[in-house]
C-alpha cells in the first residue's frame, strides 16, 4: 500500500454534543467501535478508527461534543477535541441539522467554541449536516447550508444520515479525495488503536447511559481492573468497577435486588461476545468515589486507558 497516489491522513471528527459523531463514525467503518446513545456528552475520550480501502486509508479521529460547561473533566475533553484538531489532515465538522432547522437561533452558540479557529484554517474541511432523515422536506435544509456556507467559506457542505447510511457512499468518496498522498499507516485489518480493555470498558459505560436515569451517567466511569484467560472453560474473565460521585448512584445503579446492574452486565456481555474471541465472564462491582470528575491525577490514569498499549 505504498504505491504511488495512495492515500493518507488524519481526520478530525468534531462538534456539538448528540450531532451522531460516534454513529457516523461507526456507519463509515461499517463496524461498532465507539459507543453510542441518544445522551449528548457519552464520548470523553479521542477514540481512533481506521478505514481502509485499496486506494486511500483514513485514520479518523472521533472527539468529544464542543461544549462550554466548566470543569475538569469538561477541561481533559476539551483538550482531546484540540488535539485531534492539531493532527489532522482534514478536518469534519458534524452537525445535527434537524435541531438546527427548529431552533436556528443555536447554531452559532454551539459553533462558537470552534467556529473563529477554523474560519483562518487553510486544511480541507468537510461539514457533515447529520439527520437529514428525520424529515421530508430538504427544501427546509437551504438557509441553513447557506449560512454554514458563510460561516466556512472554504468548507465543502455534505448532508447525510449517519443512523441510515444515506450519502455515505458519497462522503467516503470526498474524504479520500481530501487527504494527502501517503502509504498507510496501519495494518488494513485494524480498526482502531484503542486498546481493548478500553473498549470493554466504553461498552459497560454505553450501558450504564442507555439504562440509567439522566442524572446517574454522568457522574460514572468505568476501569477494567483485572482481566484474566481461562484455558480451561475457554472463557475470557474481566473484573470492572463503576466508579460513581454520590452514594446515591450507587444505590440506583445496583437497583433492586441487584436487578440494575444484572441488566448493565448483561446486555455489556452481548456486545463483549462480538469484540472477544471466545466465551467472557464479566464480574462488575460499583464504587463511590465522590469528586472523581474534579481529581486530575484519576481523569489522568482513566485518559490512559484510552492510549495504545
Not at 488524519?10 to 461498532?32: D, E, H, R
Not at 485531534?84 to 447554531?107: G, K, T
Not at 440509567?212 to 468497577?241: F, L
Request: aromatic letters at 6%; hydrophobic letters at 45%; glycine letters at 6%.
Amino acid at each position: 500500500m505504498t504505491n504511488k497516489g495512495h492515500r493518507c491522513g488524519w481526520v478530525a471528527i468534531m462538534g456539538p454534543p448528540n450531532a451522531g459523531k460516534s454513529t457516523l463514525l461507526n456507519a463509515l467503518l461499517g463496524q461498532k467501535i465507539t459507543i453510542v446513545t441518544s445522551k449528548p456528552q457519552t464520548t470523553r475520550n479521542q477514540i481512533v478508527g481506521i478505514l481502509t480501502t485499496p486506494d486511500a486509508q483514513a485514520i479518523f479521529m472521533d472527539t468529544p461534543g464542543l461544549t462550554q460547561v466548566r470543569g475538569r473533566l469538561s477541561k481533559t475533553m476539551t483538550q482531546a477535541i484540540w488535539q485531534s484538531l492539531a493532527q489532522a489532515d482534514v478536518i469534519m465538522p458534524v452537525l445535527d441539522i434537524h435541531l438546527y432547522i427548529r431552533h436556528p437561533e443555536f447554531l452559532e452558540r454551539d459553533l462558537a467554541p470552534a467556529a473563529e479557529a477554523l474560519s483562518s484554517d487553510s486544511r480541507p474541511m468537510i461539514a457533515v449536516v447529520n439527520k437529514i432523515d428525520l424529515f421530508g422536506n430538504k427544501t427546509r435544509m437551504l438557509p441553513l447550508l447557506t449560512r454554514l456556507q458563510e460561516l466556512w467559506p472554504n468548507a465543502e457542505i455534505f448532508p447525510v444520515s449517519a443512523l441510515n447510511k444515506e450519502g455515505l457512499p458519497e462522503l467516503t468518496t470526498l474524504i479520500k479525495s481530501k487527504l494527502p498522498e501517503a502509504p498507510a499507516k496501519f495494518p488494513e485489518e485494524q480498526l482502531s488503536t484503542a486498546p481493548l480493555r478500553f473498549m470493554v470498558s466504553e461498552i459497560i459505560r454505553e450501558k450504564i447511559f442507555l439504562y440509567m436515569r439522566q442524572e446517574v451517567p454522568y457522574g460514572t466511569a468505568v476501569a477494567v481492573e483485572r482481566w484474566e484467560e481461562d484455558a480451561e472453560r475457554e472463557q475470557t474473565i474481566i473484573y470492572a468497577v463503576i466508579y460513581v460521585a454520590r452514594p446515591m448512584h450507587k444505590t440506583m445503579i445496583i437497583g433492586r435486588a441487584g436487578n440494575g446492574i444484572k441488566q448493565i452486565g448483561s446486555e455489556a456481555r452481548k456486545d463483549l461476545l462480538e469484540i472477544i474471541d471466545g466465551k467472557v465472564h464479566l464480574e462488575l462491582w460499583v464504587k463511590v468515589r465522590e469528586g472523581w470528575m474534579e481529581d486530575q491525577l484519576f481523569l489522568r490514569d482513566l485518559a490512559m486507558q484510552a492510549e495504545p498499549l
